[in-house]
Protein backbone atom coordinates (compact mmCIF):
# COMPACT_ATOMS: atom_id res chain seq x y z
CA UNK A 1 0.00 0.00 0.00
CA UNK A 2 1.20 3.65 -0.64
CA UNK A 3 0.62 6.98 1.60
CA UNK A 4 1.62 10.23 1.32
CA UNK A 5 4.43 11.67 3.57
CA UNK A 6 5.34 15.50 3.71
CA UNK A 7 8.48 16.71 2.16
CA UNK A 8 10.36 19.56 1.62
CA UNK A 9 12.56 20.89 -1.09
CA UNK A 10 13.58 24.21 0.56
CA UNK A 11 12.43 26.71 3.62
CA UNK A 12 9.29 28.30 2.03
CA UNK A 13 6.79 26.22 4.38
CA UNK A 14 8.03 27.57 7.12
CA UNK A 15 7.33 30.96 6.30
CA UNK A 16 3.97 30.55 4.45
CA UNK A 17 2.45 28.62 7.21
CA UNK A 18 1.49 29.25 10.45
CA UNK A 19 2.60 25.90 11.44
CA UNK A 20 4.99 23.90 9.22
CA UNK A 21 5.05 20.06 9.03
CA UNK A 22 8.36 18.14 9.71
CA UNK A 23 9.95 16.67 6.55
CA UNK A 24 8.64 12.82 6.46
CA UNK A 25 5.01 12.95 8.60
CA UNK A 26 1.96 10.66 6.82
CA UNK A 27 -0.20 13.38 5.56
CA UNK A 28 -3.77 14.08 3.90
CA UNK A 29 -5.19 16.49 2.24
CA UNK A 30 -6.78 17.59 5.33
CA UNK A 31 -9.55 19.93 3.96
CA UNK A 32 -11.60 19.12 6.67
CA UNK A 33 -9.70 21.78 8.76
CA UNK A 34 -11.57 24.43 6.86
CA UNK A 35 -15.28 23.33 7.27
CA UNK A 36 -16.02 24.62 10.47
CA UNK A 37 -15.75 28.59 9.27
CA UNK A 38 -15.62 30.84 6.31
CA UNK A 39 -12.87 29.49 3.60
CA UNK A 40 -13.57 32.19 1.46
CA UNK A 41 -12.74 34.72 4.15
CA UNK A 42 -9.28 33.40 4.86
CA UNK A 43 -6.43 35.19 4.84
CA UNK A 44 -2.69 35.17 4.71
CA UNK A 45 -0.70 32.00 5.92
CA UNK A 46 -4.33 30.92 6.59
CA UNK A 47 -5.34 31.48 3.00
CA UNK A 48 -2.06 29.69 1.84
CA UNK A 49 -2.76 26.39 4.11
CA UNK A 50 -6.28 26.38 2.55
CA UNK A 51 -5.12 27.02 -0.89
CA UNK A 52 -1.85 24.64 -1.11
CA UNK A 53 -1.33 22.48 2.11
CA UNK A 54 -1.79 19.05 3.04
CA UNK A 55 -2.09 18.30 6.93
CA UNK A 56 0.88 16.33 8.43
CA UNK A 57 -0.02 14.27 10.91
CA UNK A 58 2.37 14.57 13.63
CA UNK A 59 2.51 17.87 14.06
CA UNK A 60 -0.54 18.58 12.23
CA UNK A 61 1.07 21.78 10.33
CA UNK A 62 1.16 22.10 6.86
CA UNK A 63 3.03 21.00 3.61
CA UNK A 64 2.90 22.25 0.36
CA UNK A 65 4.49 18.59 -1.06
CA UNK A 66 4.12 15.12 -0.25
CA UNK A 67 5.67 12.39 -2.09
CA UNK A 68 3.85 9.24 -3.15
CA UNK A 69 5.97 6.44 -0.84
CA UNK A 70 4.88 2.44 0.23
CA UNK A 71 3.54 2.29 3.94
CA UNK A 72 3.26 -1.03 6.16
CA UNK A 73 0.08 -1.82 7.57
CA UNK A 74 0.80 -0.84 11.23
CA UNK A 75 2.14 2.65 9.63
CA UNK A 76 -1.67 3.08 8.11
CA UNK A 77 -2.87 1.69 11.10
CA UNK A 78 -0.85 4.87 13.33
CA UNK A 79 -1.61 7.57 11.19
CA UNK A 80 -5.33 6.52 11.28
CA UNK A 81 -5.02 6.86 15.39
CA UNK A 82 -3.11 9.82 15.35
CA UNK A 83 -5.97 11.60 12.68
CA UNK A 84 -8.72 10.06 15.13
CA UNK A 85 -7.75 11.82 18.21
CA UNK A 86 -6.96 14.85 16.29
CA UNK A 87 -10.64 15.02 15.09
CA UNK A 88 -11.56 13.93 18.68
CA UNK A 89 -9.52 16.57 20.69
CA UNK A 90 -9.87 19.38 18.26
CA UNK A 91 -12.81 18.81 15.84
CA UNK A 92 -15.57 17.79 18.34
CA UNK A 93 -16.07 14.16 16.86
CA UNK A 94 -18.68 12.62 19.08
CA UNK A 95 -16.60 9.25 19.97
CA UNK A 96 -13.95 7.60 19.09
CA UNK A 97 -15.52 5.40 16.84
CA UNK A 98 -16.79 8.23 14.93
CA UNK A 99 -13.40 9.76 14.90
CA UNK A 100 -11.65 6.40 13.56
CA UNK A 101 -14.54 5.85 11.13
CA UNK A 102 -13.94 9.58 9.43
CA UNK A 103 -10.02 8.92 10.02
CA UNK A 104 -10.56 5.64 7.93
CA UNK A 105 -12.09 7.71 5.57
CA UNK A 106 -9.06 10.11 5.25
CA UNK A 107 -6.65 8.05 4.93
CA UNK A 108 -8.31 6.14 2.07
CA UNK A 109 -8.09 9.36 0.28
CA UNK A 110 -4.67 10.01 0.86
CA UNK A 111 -3.78 6.04 -0.29
CA UNK A 112 -6.19 6.85 -3.41
CA UNK A 113 -4.16 10.06 -4.18
CA UNK A 114 -0.73 7.92 -3.49
CA UNK A 115 -1.39 5.62 -6.16
CA UNK A 116 1.65 6.66 -8.21
CA UNK A 117 5.05 5.31 -9.05
CA UNK A 118 7.20 5.96 -5.49
CA UNK A 119 8.85 8.81 -5.22
CA UNK A 120 5.64 10.76 -7.03
CA UNK A 121 5.50 14.44 -5.77
CA UNK A 122 2.31 15.87 -5.22
CA UNK A 123 0.94 19.29 -5.10
CA UNK A 124 -2.47 20.40 -4.45
CA UNK A 125 -4.72 23.72 -5.31
CA UNK A 126 -7.62 24.01 -3.22
CA UNK A 127 -10.34 26.84 -4.10
CA UNK A 128 -13.94 27.54 -2.82
CA UNK A 129 -16.87 27.69 -5.42
CA UNK A 130 -19.42 30.01 -5.49
CA UNK A 131 -21.70 27.29 -3.61
CA UNK A 132 -18.94 27.20 -1.18
CA UNK A 133 -17.99 23.34 -2.21
CA UNK A 134 -14.51 23.28 -1.71
CA UNK A 135 -12.73 21.49 -4.56
CA UNK A 136 -9.20 20.52 -4.95
CA UNK A 137 -7.09 19.56 -8.10
CA UNK A 138 -3.53 17.84 -8.04
CA UNK A 139 -0.70 17.93 -10.19
CA UNK A 140 2.06 15.10 -9.77
CA UNK A 141 6.05 15.37 -10.84
CA UNK A 142 7.16 11.90 -11.41
CA UNK A 143 10.94 10.68 -11.22
CA UNK A 144 10.92 10.57 -14.87
CA UNK A 145 9.91 13.74 -15.28
CA UNK A 146 12.28 15.60 -13.18
CA UNK A 147 15.03 13.26 -15.09
CA UNK A 148 13.52 14.65 -18.20
CA UNK A 149 14.34 18.12 -17.36
CA UNK A 150 10.66 19.16 -15.93
CA UNK A 151 11.44 20.12 -12.43
CA UNK A 152 9.90 23.79 -12.39
CA UNK A 153 13.72 24.97 -11.05
CA UNK A 154 15.53 23.56 -13.80
CA UNK A 155 18.04 25.22 -15.81
CA UNK A 156 14.67 25.52 -18.09
CA UNK A 157 13.43 28.37 -16.70
CA UNK A 158 16.09 30.64 -17.55
CA UNK A 159 16.61 32.47 -20.80
CA UNK A 160 19.01 34.11 -21.82
CA UNK A 161 18.43 37.59 -23.10
CA UNK A 162 20.86 39.55 -25.11
CA UNK A 163 21.31 43.20 -24.10
CA UNK A 164 23.06 45.46 -26.76
CA UNK A 165 24.33 47.80 -24.01
CA UNK A 166 25.97 45.60 -21.88
CA UNK A 167 29.59 46.76 -20.86
CA UNK A 168 32.76 44.78 -22.19
CA UNK A 169 33.54 42.09 -20.15
CA UNK A 170 36.99 41.33 -19.48
CA UNK A 171 37.95 37.65 -20.60
CA UNK A 172 37.00 35.17 -17.69
CA UNK A 173 34.28 37.24 -16.70
CA UNK A 174 31.43 36.06 -18.56
CA UNK A 175 29.15 32.87 -17.85
CA UNK A 176 28.32 30.43 -20.66
CA UNK A 177 24.81 29.28 -18.81
CA UNK A 178 23.33 27.17 -21.34
CA UNK A 179 27.17 25.30 -21.64
CA UNK A 180 26.49 25.11 -18.15
CA UNK A 181 22.89 23.12 -18.24
CA UNK A 182 24.38 21.28 -21.07
CA UNK A 183 26.98 19.48 -19.44
CA UNK A 184 24.58 18.84 -16.63
CA UNK A 185 22.29 17.09 -18.74
CA UNK A 186 19.45 19.65 -19.05
CA UNK A 187 17.78 21.39 -22.35
CA UNK A 188 18.54 24.92 -22.77
Known amino acids: ?16 YDRAAAPGEWAVPGAFEFLDGDAGSLAGRSR ?12 FGWSTLVIAVEAQPEERAAAIESLARY ?5 GAPDADAARAAATEE ?14 LIAMHRTIDAEGVIREQFRTLHRADAAAGQMPCSAGAFAIVEDDERQALQPGEEIDLAALAQAKGAKP
Open 48 to 59: QAFRAGFLGLGS
Open 87 to 91: LLSEH
Open 1 to 16: MKLLRTIRLDASDGFV
Open 107 to 120: IAYAESLAQHPPDT
